[in-house]
């Protein structure tokens, strides 16, 4: 703990044509870490991610990590170490 590292978080970025070629026209989709976009705007894209990521605030890496997470999935989210699973806290 304590030391450098690094985080991964995985972000989808789609159109709305996307969505209903993958899913259907009917379903219900949940936009968890998908980013929807109705033109490809890398430039447009780069800026709100930063700005998304600069009104992210927390005491701690994990709570920086959940608000970062509603954004990209975060490698370690719903992780619990090995020794914890199925005990009380």
Known sequence: MGEPGEESFDITICTP?????RHGT????????KVIVFRYDYSGLRR????????CSGDTWAEMAQKISLLGQ?????????G??????
């Open 26 to 33: 009917t379903e219900i989709v949940l936009g968890l870490h």
């Open 48 to 55: 709100f991610i930063e700005k998304y990521l600069m009104r």
């Open 17 to 21: 044509k996307w969505l209903a070629e």
């Open 74 to 82: 975060w490698e370690f989210e719903n992780y619990r170490p090995a």
């Open 84 to 89: 914890r699973i199925g005990t009380a806290n």
